[in-house]
């Protein structure tokens, strides 16, 4: 007990720590790095909502893979633009894991017939009818 209470007041309890921090860190960035160059498909998502946590903001997606249901998360990097939401993108994922994923913001899709293909609804947007102000 006290050469586990004498390792964790030296300083390199502090080294060993921050080490597996590293590799951790390493590891699961690779990972996805790997997933995305090797194993990469694609397919379209819909941007559900922009969310801001503090001073960082995330764009909220989800996608089909198949019948299941994949949702993700990627950061903004100070480019919000209130109009994704409801949007359809490009999305990249995994084919062996597709909670790997990254959405391509820059890669708008506008074809329903691929839209409804990739699992989707399209909504239809009613007319509203234009207010007169010399009829009330």
Not at 65 to 74: F, R
Not at 76 to 84: Q, S
Request: with cysteine; net charge positive; proline share 2%.
């Amino acid at each position: 007990m006290n050469k586990f209470k004498d390792f964790f007041n030296s300083k390199k309890s502090v080294a060993v720590i921050g080490l597996l921090f590293a590799c951790f860190f390493l590891y699961t960035n690779l990972q996805t790095y790997f997933h995305l160059k090797y194993f990469s498909v694609y397919g379209i998502a819909e941007c559900t909502e922009i969310d801001t946590q503090n001073s960082n903001s995330y764009a909220m997606y989800e996608f089909y893979v198949g019948s299941k249901k994949i949702e993700g998360a990627t950061y903004l990097d100070g480019k919000i633009y209130p109009g994704w939401v409801g949007k359809h993108f490009k999305v990249q994922y995994s084919s062996k894991d597709p909670k790997i994923n990254d959405i391509l913001l820059d890669k708008p899709v506008y074809d329903t017939v691929r839209i409804k293909k990739a699992g989707f609804v399209i909504k239809v947007q009613e007319k509203k009818e234009k207010r007169n102000q010399f009829r009330d």
